[in-house]
Each structure stands twice: as C-alpha cells, then as structure tokens.
C-alpha cells in the first residue's frame, strides 16, 4: 500500500466511525484532511507520508519531554514484561509506593498523601468530593459549594465542567452541574491595579459565602484552556491567605502548569503556604499513558480515619497503575538527572523575545510569555469560535508545524526539551502563519 493509499484508508475509517473531540463533526466530515500521524520523536510528529511537523502544543500539552524519551520509552518496555496492571484494592506494587513518597518529597512541603486516578479531570473531580467529604466529616456540612474563576479550565467530568467558567465547555450542561461561584480572574491588559481589583471581587465572594463554600479552585499563574491568560504570584499569594482566612480549602491544578511549563516546577512554587490540595496529570507521565494523582495535607487525610464510614469509597480501576507509574517515577528521574527546569530558561528567554518582537504586528494584541508558554490574541474579544485560528493551522501544517489555536489566541507550548534549532524553526513558524492568519 503507498503512502497515499494508506491515508486515504485511515482516513476513510475515521471519518466513518470516530467522534473527535471538542469538535463540530459536520464541519469535520465535510472540510477537514487530518492529519494522520504514523510517529513521534523528540519534538517532531511524523505522518505516514513521511513528512514531519514540530510539536508546537506538546500534544495537548502533555509531552513535556518530547516524544519517545529514551529512558521513558524503555521504563515502560521492561515494565511491560513484569507487571502492567494490578488492582490497589489490598494490594500494592513497588512503583505506586515509590512513586508516592518520590512525589511527596517534590511537591510543595505540606502535602502529604498521594490519591491516584488516571486522567486531570478526575484528579480534580477526587479533589472536589475529598473537600465536600471533608467537610461533612469536620462538623461543617453546609460547607457544599465552591468557588473558580471566570475562564478557568479544569477538565470534563460533570464535577470538573461545575467549576469551569469556559461558557462553551458549561452550556449544554448549565442546569445540572455543581454549584459554583465564580470571580473575575485578573485582566492584565486592565490599566489601574489589575490584580488590586480582580482581587478585591474574589475576596468579597469568599468573606460573604465562606460559609457555605466547601473550596476555591484555581489554575496557579495561566489559565491555559481559556486562552493562556497568565497572573501574577503576588494574587496566587492573596488567594491563599484569603483562603486559608477564611477556611475555604484551596485545590491547586496543577495538571497543565506542574512539571516546569511556567519556569518552576510548580507553578506554586516561591509561594509561602500550602495548597490543601494539588492536582496533577499531563506532565505526570509526560504524555505517555494516562496518570493522575491528586495530593492532600496529612490534615485533609486524618480526617478520613476512624471508622469505616469516614472512608473515601472512591477509586478507578487504572487507580496507580504499575505502568504509569513506573513511567511517572522515570519521569520525575530525569527530571532531576537532565535538569529539564534549569535547562529550560534560556529557551524561555526566547519565546518571550519572539512574543515581544510579534507584538508590533497590526492585529496582535497581548503578547505574553510566561516560562515555555508563548501567547497573543489574534482578533479583539477572540471568541473560541473564530475563524482566524483556523487559518492560521493550514498555514503552519503547511510549513511543517502542529499548531492549535484557543479560538483566536494563537500560542506555542512546545516540549521542554526541544533543541534551540527546533525551537528557533518553530517560533519561525508561528511568526509566519500568524502574519498569514491576519493578512499582513
Ligand atoms: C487538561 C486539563 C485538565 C483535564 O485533564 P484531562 O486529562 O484532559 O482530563 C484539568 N485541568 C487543567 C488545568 C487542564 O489543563
């Protein structure tokens, strides 16, 4: 079969029977030539033509070290001949233990017990019944509401979508989800005290409905899904003390900025305090098997002892799976050994410098950076729904990159470990589709 031919059937296949994510399929069925890719290596997809295109979203922002890590890869091979899956029901493995303590001692110092699920969603869907349960457990059972920010993204389960503020992600469900209050994030385009102000309403919302209020949940620095909306630690700060003022529990998510994606490994690090609760995914496995886990205080933990009706009688059946986790352990290992953090900051420097040299474009607006996050606005008010975007993604797969844009905020998030030549490629890449995008 040639290369086209071969397309053309998995093409074929696709467009018969797969439903695709976040995706108006008439349009799909009709207009779209995906494309079909056959390999990954580095920061470089292949498709089966044999042509290759940069990772310019790390493939929905997981693969922070880049596809087909050696050291990965051949974790997951020697633990595929031991053990793939065991239940943790009475049962443990030497990797979910070891993977638990290795995590506890990077995480920020305070937290003290891993829960593990299998993807961001249900890490942040354990967080909100761990908070609900908490509570009614401590003596506060009115305490069963909670509060996000407007824009925020924290995956997709019936609890996660309830604290979301993506409207396009809540409409169809609008009526059945959670209850959840939501506070203006900061506008860093506002001209008088940003964060002053976007602080003032969240802080009214938690000190007049604290008592009710089970937990605040918050993406730390960027809000990724709704268009890389970055912020400033100075109000991570102040939502932590206002948090903990007022005993409304503070659930970080950590699923997309964790693991170095905003210049530190956590995007809380530097702050005074503990979260009550993180979570993770994405980067957990760096993209290579579904993993979460979502890490409580001992405080949180020891108020699920006693007897068995103060259990959490919660878990999934991929809960801690030896393969994910051994990966998870690799992963956190090379870490360390290549100092990816360390390492990242002078490729950091350069996507902030491309983002500034863009913001002159006419139609940019915005341009932002923040750690391997690089972001502007293509269209005033971009909508998820615009039509520049698109344009913009012919145009980069024509000059060999994968690029997605959040409606019309056109961004890059490449791998961690993409070589300075990649990179270099890559922010040519989006210059130029983003100046064909606007017709400049
Ligand atoms: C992607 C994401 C999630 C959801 O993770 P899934 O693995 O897609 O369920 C949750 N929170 C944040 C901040 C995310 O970026």
């Known amino acids: 079969m040639s290369s086209n031919e071969l397309r053309q059937a998995l093409v074929s296949s696709d467009k018969r029977y797969v439903w695709h994510p976040y995706t108006p399929m008439s349009r799909y069925l009709a207009e779209t030539d995906p494309l079909v890719i056959e390999r990954a290596e580095g920061s470089r ?40 899956h065991t239940s943790m029901a009475g049962v443990t493995h030497e990797h979910g233990a070891e993977l638990a303590k290795e995590l506890i001692a990077v995480a920020p110092p305070g937290l003290g017990r891993v829960f593990y699920s299998d993807n961001g ?104 899904a709704s268009g890389m909306r970055f912020y400033d630690k100075a109000y991570l700060q102040a939502i932590q003390r206002l948090c903990k003022a007022h005993d409304v529990l503070l659930v970080v998510d950590e699923v997309f900025s964790g693991y170095g994606r905003t210049g530190t490994f956590w995007a809380w690090d530097g702050m005074d305090g503990c ?17 979460a886990a979502t890490l409580v205080t001992d405080r949180l933990f020891e108020a699920f002892l006693g007897p068995p009706e103060r259990a959490f009688y919660y878990g999934h059946t991929f809960c801690g799976n030896p393969l994910g986790a051994r990966i998870a352990r690799e992963v956190l ?14 490729k950091a420097a350069k996507v902030a410098a491309k983002m500034a040299a863009m913001a002159s474009l006419p139609g940019v607006g915005n341009a932002r950076a923040l ?39 056109a961004y890059v998030a490449p791998p961690l470990t993409i070589s300075d030549d990649d990179l270099e490629e890559l922010l040519t890449i989006f210059e130029a589709s983003v100046a064909f995008a606007l017709g400049v």
């Open 121 to 224: 969603s249900t890490a942040v869907e354990v967080a909100m019944k761990l908070a609900l349960q908490y509570w009614s457990q401590t003596g506060f059972p009115q305490k069963r509401r909670f509060a996000a920010l407007s824009g925020a993204f924290h995956g997709e389960t019936l609890g996660a979508a309830s604290v979301g503020g993506v409207d396009v992600f809540r409409r169809p469900f609008a009526d059945v989800l959670v209850d959840c209050v939501f506070a203006p994030p900061p506008d860093p385009r506002a001209e008088q005290e940003p964060y002053e102000r976007a602080f003032g309403a969240l802080d009214e919302l938690i000190r007049t409905g604290h008592e009710t209020l089970a937990a605040l949940v918050i993406e730390p620095r960027v809000q990724g």
């Open 371 to 409: 750690g391997m996050i690089g972001a502007l606005d293509l269209a005033p008010g971009g909508s998820y729904l615009g039509q520049v975007g698109p344009r913009m993604v012919a145009e980069a797969r024509r000059l060999g990159a994968y690029l997605r844009p959040l409606g019309d905020v």
């Open 333 to 346: 290992a090379v870490y360390r050994d290549e100092q990816i953090v360390a390492k990242c900051a002078p």
């Open 45 to 84: 997809l292949y498709d089966v033509d044999g042509r290759s295109y940069l990772d310019g979203n790390s493939s929905w922002w997981a693969a922070t070290l880049g596809h087909r890590h050696t050291r990965v890869i051949a974790a997951l091979c020697d633990q595929a001949t031991r053990l793939a």
């Open 275 to 291: 979260p009550d609760l993180l979570c993770l995914g994405k980067g957990f496995t760096a993209g290579t098997l579904p993993m």
